[in-house]
């Protein structure tokens, strides 16, 4: 599992479970942070986050599940395209736009 406790660190592309680490200030992803992560399945995000940058998750195509944290309002064009095996997004919310 990989920890991120600063988002100016890269994710490393053969990544398979990453943890983003709370009480660090990372509040957003910037657009195509995860880009082309194909090994990704799983990431662990903190209630902080609040936005997700375009094309942030795009061709992650072993990204089977991500939560949502509660605090998010903004998810980026083609955010996830090329997620292809992505089965579940789980939301505390019931609207997000």
Same mark, same amino acid.
């Given at each position: 599992?990989?920890?991120?406790?600063?988002?100016?660190?890269?994710?490393?592309?053969?990544?398979?479970?990453?943890?983003?680490?709370?009480?660090?200030?990372?509040?957003?992803?910037?657009?195509?942070? /995860?880009?082309? &992560?194909?090994? #990704?399945? =799983? !990431?662990?995000? $903190?209630?902080?986050?609040?936005? %997700? *940058?375009?094309?942030? /998750?795009?061709? &992650?195509?072993? #990204?089977? =599940? !991500?939560?949502? $944290?509660?605090?998010?309002?903004? %998810? *980026?064009?083609?955010? /996830?395209?090329? &997620?292809?095996? #992505?089965?579940? !997004?789980?939301?505390?919310?019931?609207?997000?736009?």
């Amino acid at each position: 599992m990989i920890t991120i406790s600063n988002i100016n660190e890269r994710v490393p592309r053969d990544a398979q479970f990453v943890t983003i680490s709370d009480g660090f200030g990372i509040t957003e992803f910037p657009n195509g942070y /995860f880009k082309e &992560c194909h090994h #990704l399945k =799983y !990431i662990q995000m $903190p209630d902080d986050i609040c936005k %997700i *940058g375009d094309f942030a /998750f795009f061709a &992650c195509r072993s #990204l089977r =599940y !991500i939560e949502l $944290p509660k605090k998010l309002y903004s %998810i *980026g064009e083609y955010c /996830f395209h090329g &997620c292809v095996n #992505l089965n579940l !997004i789980d939301t505390y919310f019931s609207e997000l736009f």
